[in-house]
């Protein structure tokens, strides 16, 4: 299995990015019962939960991205999204998505750069 994003680049601060991730070799059934998230880490930073699309559909998010970002699945394309609006300086980070099976095994994704300017 590997999880390819995409979306990442250059935007000035209050525009928008769609990040996608795309779950390859990944059997549709298994896609459609596992739990994606998206994470990110900002220089000299530890990587923070940012948001969280469960198997039943139900979406979480950290305070911080609230209200500006959207995350949904499509699971006949096998791929997670991560629509970002209103990107702040403080969004600048390396997202990355995660993939969390229900059998307990994890995937993560090799990341996506987000460089937002003031």
């Known amino acids: 299995v590997q999880l390819q994003a995409s979306g990442g680049g250059l935007v000035q601060a209050g525009g928008s990015l769609r990040l996608s991730c795309k779950a390859s070799?990944?059997?549709?059934?298994?896609?459609?019962?596992?739990?994606m998230e998206w994470h990110r880490q900002a220089p000299g930073k530890q990587r923070e939960l940012v948001a969280v699309i469960t198997s039943a559909r139900r979406t979480m998010y950290a305070d911080s991205v609230k209200d500006r970002f959207i995350i949904s699945k499509d699971n006949s394309k096998k791929t997670v999204y991560l629509q970002m609006n209103n990107l702040e300086p403080e969004d600048r980070a390396v997202y990355y998505c995660?993939?969390?099976?229900?059998?307990?095994?994890?995937?993560w994704g090799q990341g996506t750069k987000v460089t937002v300017s003031s």
């Open positions: 070799r990944m059997i549709l059934s298994v896609f459609s019962s596992t739990d």
């Open positions: 995660h993939a969390r099976l229900q059998s307990g095994v994890e995937y």
